[in-house]
């Protein structure tokens, strides 16, 4: 009616587990319990994926529920992002052989801590740094599972338009979605007196991503310091379609839950990336329509040639009336006709 065990032993890599428990065999009432003991133990072994840990952890098992509690710490850790070009199947392939899985239903409580240790690393995607920090899973039947905890970067680079940044600050903290974890994340570049960066705060789901610069400066002379290595006022034409290829890139980050643009996250009517008649400039443009007929819009040039606000106000459905001040002054009046 009992099985003892006494001594329980598997090995993965250059690592085992042993264990010491015991289960009840009556019918009606089976129960396991047992105790396991990890050492170096490979427990995920991938091209892109790598994880060796060590710690203990107590199961428990009976027909109802499986109940688990253990703490670990990771002896050596690799994580690849994915590239974004690559290759996957569209929805039409069917692969044989295959069948689809059933989902059972089975009752698990889960509380497990690990700490990611010296020598967890993370690459790809223009990240390339060491992660630290603890973090603990919660996992019930109704509630699903659950994270808390902070990921730092340690030691960390992260390449942007270009250029490799050094990560003055990164962390990554869970407070219940595994999914969503609120981000505090700073990466600089260091030329002479000048320091530049982007910041990215916010959740992952929904993150805010800014220019950071000491001392302070325009975002256009930011982005310059940042791509180019100095100011706008030392850009040449030859660099123009570097800072346009930047400013592009920052311009077209959408939100990836759908809920708008990066104009949108700013409050703004108008954020794009356009060319000034006449010179042939790139240009960025904001704006912002305060009423139905009054709007507001700002035009700046990538390297400074082009510095316009524009206030237009609308006098009926056909007639409107522009002001344009800074680098061109003028005052417009149009008439619109629509037609199909």
Known sequence: ??????????????????????????????????ALTAQKLTVLARPDRLAVVSGKIDVAWDPSRMTAKGQFIADRGIVELPRE???????????????PGTAREFNVEADLSLDLGQ???????????????TLRA??????????????????????????????????????????????DILAVRVVSEVEVGVAVGGTALVPQIRLVSTPSMSDANKLAWLTLGHGLDEAGKNEAAVLQAAALALLSRGNTDGKGTLASR???DDLSLGTASGTGERIVSIGKRFASNFYVGFERGI??????????????????VQARAGSENAVDLFYTLGFR
């Open 266 to 268: 700013f409050g703004l």
């Open 119 to 133: 020598n967890f690393s993370l690459r790809g995607k223009g990240l390339n740094t060491r992660l630290a920090g």
């Open 1 to 34: 009616q009992r099985l003892s065990i006494e001594t329980l032993r598997f090995a993965s890599g250059d690592g085992h587990v042993v264990g010491t428990g015991g289960a009840r065999l009556v019918p009606g009432d089976l129960s396991v319990q047992i």
């Open 303 to 320: 390297t400074g040639a082009v510095n316009v606000i524009k206030i237009t106000y609308d006098l009926s459905r056909r007639w409107s």
């Open 85 to 99: 070009d690559k290759p996957t199947p569209s929805s039409d392939v069917i692969v044989l052989g295959t069948r």
């Open 138 to 183: 919660q996992m019930h039947p109704k509630a699903g599972i659950s994270l808390s905890g902070t990921v730092r970067a340690v030691d960390g680079t992260y390449t942007a338009f270009g250029r490799e940044l050094t990560i003055r600050r990164g962390s990554l903290t869970f407070v219940g979605p595994v999914d969503n974890p609120s981000l």
